[in-house]
C-alpha cells in the first residue's frame, strides 16, 4: 500500500454547523448542538497540541486513505460518505477527550475493509496491529450475527474497541432522522436498544447517556407520535 500524501485543507473541510432548529424544533438541544458537517481540520487542530509530528502524519495519512476509500460514496442523505468517519474520530477528542493516534486512526478508518479493496495486512503495515485489529473487528461480515460480533468488539476492551464502536453507534444514532429509510431507522432503534445501550453501560458511562438520548431523539423525529 503506497502511504497517501498529507492532506492539503480545502475550503470543504472547514467545519460548516448546521443548526436542527428548523428541522426538529427548539426542543431538541442535540440535534442543535452537533454539527452535521464537522471538517477534518477541525479534528486535526484538536489534535496537534496532544500528538507530536509522527502521530500527526498517521492522523493525515489515515483521512486520505478514508478519504480515498470512500471516494464516490453518499450517505443516505445524501452528503459524502467521509463526513460520518470524521465525526466518530472527533467525538473521541471532542466528547470523550481521548488524544490518541492509534484512536483516531481507527475511527477514520473503521469502514475502509467493508467499503473497500483495503485489506486487514495493509492496514497493519501503514498503521500498525492495534489500528488494523480495530479496523477489522469492527467490520461487521454478513455470516457474523450481531450479538457475535458486539462480543468480539467487547472481548478487545484492552484496545478500546468497543468505545470506537461506540462512537460509530452514536454518530449514526444522532443524525438518524435525516435518512428516508424508515426500516433501517427501525432496525436502528431496535438494534440500539437491544445491544448497544448494553454494551455502553458496560463501557463508558458518558456514551452511554449520550446513546440514550440520541435513542431518544432517534425515535421522536423518525416516527413522531399521533396527535
Request: aromatic share 8%.
Amino acid at each position: 500500500m503506497t502511504p497517501p500524501v498529507k492532506p492539503t485543507v480545502r475550503v470543504a473541510d472547514t467545519c460548516l454547523w448546521i443548526s436542527g432548529r428548523a428541522e426538529l424544533g427548539s426542543d431538541n438541544v442535540m440535534a442543535m448542538n452537533t454539527p452535521y458537517f464537522r471538517g477534518f481540520e477541525h479534528l486535526r487542530q484538536n489534535l496537534t497540541t496532544h500528538l507530536n509530528s509522527i502521530e500527526m502524519a498517521r492522523v493525515d495519512n489515515a483521512y486520505e486513505l478514508a478519504r480515498a476509500s470512500h471516494d464516490g460514496q453518499m450517505r443516505d442523505e445524501g452528503t459524502p460518505y467521509i463526513v460520518h468517519p470524521v465525526r466518530v474520530a472527533t467525538v473521541l477528542s471532542d466528547e470523550l477527550g481521548l488524544y490518541s493516534g492509534d484512536l483516531t486512526c481507527a475511527a477514520l478508518l473503521h469502514d475502509v475493509i467493508e467499503d473497500s479493496d483495503v485489506t486487514r495486512e495493509q492496514l497493519e503495515a501503514g498503521f500498525g496491529e492495534t489500528v488494523a485489529r480495530i479496523v477489522w473487528l469492527l467490520t461487521k461480515l454478513p455470516e457474523v450475527s450481531l450479538p457475535a460480533y458486539l462480543g468480539a468488539i467487547e472481548a478487545a476492551a484492552d484496545i478500546k474497541a468497543p468505545i470506537v464502536k461506540l462512537c460509530d453507534r452514536l454518530d449514526n444514532l444522532r443524525f438518524l432522522m435525516r435518512s428516508p429509510k424508515a426500516e433501517k431507522k427501525r432496525r436502528y432503534i431496535k438494534t440500539t436498544e437491544q445491544y448497544y445501550l448494553p454494551l455502553a453501560a458496560r463501557t463508558d458511562n458518558y456514551l452511554h447517556g449520550q446513546l440514550r438520548e440520541a435513542l431518544d431523539l432517534a425515535r421522536t423525529s423518525s416516527f413522531p407520535p399521533s396527535v
